[in-house]
Each structure stands twice: as C-alpha cells, then as structure tokens.
C-alpha cells in the first residue's frame, strides 16, 4: 500500500486522524464505503501511534463531496 496521512491533529487531548475521501456517498453509503477503506485506516493508525508513542489514535474519514464523516 501506498499513501499519505492527510491530517494529524489534537482535539480535546485526543489524537485524531483525518483521511479525505472525494467519493461520492449518501448518508446510507457512508458506513459501507468507509468499510472499503479499513486496512488503510488500520496502517495509518499503526503508523502515527508508533511515531508519537501513542496507545490510542483516533481515525475518521471525511467524504468531502457530502461533509459526511465516519469514524473507524
């Protein structure tokens, strides 16, 4: 695989990962579509918890087409 971390970023003591989707999706798409993209989503948080020594790495995907957001 290979990729790039869109955003890292703090909110409320908690790290968070933002990965941009420019899919297409609906409201009943979002889940299924964001399923699709899990092992990315496993790789991404596997790799900024190793980098900042982290147990815990919050991930969501953002469908910039919809605003609709999943998090993983």
Same mark, same amino acid.
Request: with cysteine; glycine share 6%.
């Given at each position: 695989?290979? +990729?790039?971390?869109?955003? /890292?970023?703090?909110?409320? +003591? #908690?790290?968070?990962? !933002?990965?941009?989707? &420019?899919?297409? /999706? &609906?409201?009943?798409?979002? &889940?299924?579509? !964001? %399923?699709?993209? #899990?092992? #990315? %989503?496993?790789?991404?948080?596997? %790799? /900024?918890?190793?980098?900042? +020594? ?11 087409? &919809? +605003?609709? %957001? /999943? #998090?993983?």
């Amino acid at each position: 695989m290979e +990729g790039v971390i869109d955003l /890292v970023y703090r909110l409320d +003591g #908690q790290v968070w990962i !933002a990965d941009y989707k &420019t899919d297409s /999706v &609906t409201e009943r798409e979002r &889940t299924s579509r !964001a %399923a699709e993209y #899990q092992m #990315q %989503a496993r790789i991404y948080r596997e %790799a /900024v918890s190793r980098c900042l +020594g982290l147990d815990k790495v919050n991930f969501q995907f953002l469908f910039l087409r &919809t +605003g609709l %957001a /999943v #998090q993983a």
